[in-house]
Structures are given as structure tokens and as C-alpha cells.
């Protein structure tokens, strides 16, 4: 599972318009705030990293190339005036990655930029190797939503250890997606030593702060709020 913590607010001054109050880690990146497009592409790279492994490269050239790639972003090849109606980030990310293939893996700058590490190798070559033959875009698209579900997870696994409730966590998880009949709360709630109406609440509170982390996770990608429903639908499609 994914470890990164949710990212903070941006700060105040990063720059704004005023006629789009929306504000996005996303809608950031493209106003120019570095720290913003780098919390994405933390978020990217394993994504990034399974586009190029189902474009044929090895495990360790596209290790390299990851990195090289968004080191790239970051430091010389920012989204540009042409880009600036991009909506979504997911899309962005696989128009630079095509011309970025197509620019025949450019690294005549790599000793200049700086390269750091985005995401744990191995559990990233692991996860693709799970993945059946798809096209690379499907690839893509599917570890992108795989990653958002996981790091959603991961977030909320760190609140509640936090708040104290860590114990609960693992049968909290099965409710997720269990709409099961009074039986199964009953089992639990021995397990966990509460009561069952008890089990009742917290189990509604999970569920809905997985969908508010969810959502304000999906929300950072896009930068018109009316996106994020439709965003949010994809993202749960190609997860399935």
C-alpha cells in the first residue's frame, strides 16, 4: 500500500484568479507552484512508471526514466501557455508521456536536473507484473485509479491510528464495500469488544470520510469542481 500522507493546503501565496475561485493541487501545478506539481507527480509515478514498462522498456531503464521524466516537469519543461486548458492531470500526464516517447527519451539534460526518487521500485514493478495484457494508456489509467483507492486507504488508516482507533482499522476495512445483514456486525463488534450500535457508527464514519478523502484526492486532479463527480465515476470504473 501506498504511504503518502495527504498533501497540506497550498499556501497562501500561490497565485490566484479571481474569476476561478475552485483551487486544485492540480489547478496549482498550472498557475506555476512547484510544490503542488511535485505532490502530483509523487502521487504519479508509479502510473508513469507501468505506462512505460507496457511500452516495452525494462524494469530498470523505466525506473530511470520516471524519475527523468518528472525531474523534467519540475525544473525545465513546466506546463506551458498551450496546456493551460487542460483540465485534468491525468490527461496532461499521458500527452507529455506520448511526446515524450515520441522525442525518443530525451536525456542529453539528465546530469542538469534533479533527479529524486517518487515511488518505491519494487513494489511498482510487482504491481505491474500483476496487470494483464492491456494497452499502455489502460495501463495507465488503471494503476492511476488502483493508486487513488490506496493512498485514500492509507490516509485514513493514519487518522484513525492517530484518533486513537487504530485497532479498529482492519475490520473497519471490510465494510467498504460489505452491506451485509446484522449477523456480521454482531461478529465484529465481539471481536472488537463494542457494542453494535457502536460498530454502526464508526462504520458510517468510515465510510464517509473514505469518500470525503476520496473525493477531495480525486478533486486535486482536475481544475473545474464541476469535473470531479465525472473524474470521481472514471476513477471507480477503472478500478473495477
Not at 492531470?89 to 539528465?110: C, I, K, N, T
Not at 513494489?123 to 495507465?140: G, I
Not at 470521481?232 to 477503472?238: N, P, R, S, Y
Request: charged share 25%; aromatic share 8%.
Amino acid at each position: 500500500m501506498l504511504s503518502v500522507p495527504m498533501p497540506p493546503s497550498i499556501p497562501d501565496e500561490m497565485p490566484t484568479v479571481a474569476s476561478k475561485p475552485f483551487r486544485s493541487l492540480w489547478d496549482a501545478a498550472v498557475l506555476g507552484h512547484r510544490e503542488a506539481m511535485s505532490q502530483l507527480a509523487t502521487r504519479a509515478a508509479q502510473s508513469v512508471y507501468a505506462w512505460l514498462r507496457a511500452n516495452g522498456l525494462l524494469a530498470e531503464e523505466a525506473d530511470v526514466r520516471t524519475d527523468h521524466f518528472f525531474a523534467r516537469l519540475l525544473s525545465c519543461d513546466p506546463p506551458n501557455p498551450n496546456e493551460e486548458d487542460v483540465e485534468r492531470y491525468q490527461e496532461f500526464l499521458q500527452r507529455r508521456l506520448a511526446a515524450y516517447v515520441a522525442a525518443g527519451l530525451p536525456d542529453a539534460d539528465a546530469q542538469s536536473l534533479e533527479l529524486r526518487p517518487f515511488f518505491d521500485r519494487a513494489q511498482a514493478e510487482r504491481r505491474f507484473l500483476r496487470e494483464t495484457q492491456r494497452a499502455p494508456d489502460d495501463v495507465f489509467t488503471r494503476r492511476w485509479a488502483l493508486g487513488a483507492l490506496e493512498l485514500t486507504i492509507e490516509t485514513l488508516k493514519e487518522e484513525f491510528t492517530n484518533d486513537g482507533r487504530g485497532a479498529l482499522v482492519p475490520h473497519l476495512q471490510q465494510f467498504l464495500s460489505f452491506s451485509g445483514g446484522e449477523e456480521r456486525y454482531g461478529e465484529v463488534a465481539s471481536k472488537t469488544g463494542t457494542s453494535v450500535s457502536a460498530l454502526h457508527v464508526a462504520v458510517f464514519r468510515y465510510r464517509q470520510r473514505y469518500r470525503e478523502l476520496l473525493r477531495r484526492l480525486v478533486g486535486d486532479t482536475v481544475r473545474n469542481q464541476a469535473e470531479v463527480d465525472s473524474e470521481l465515476t472514471k476513477l471507480l470504473v477503472a478500478a473495477s
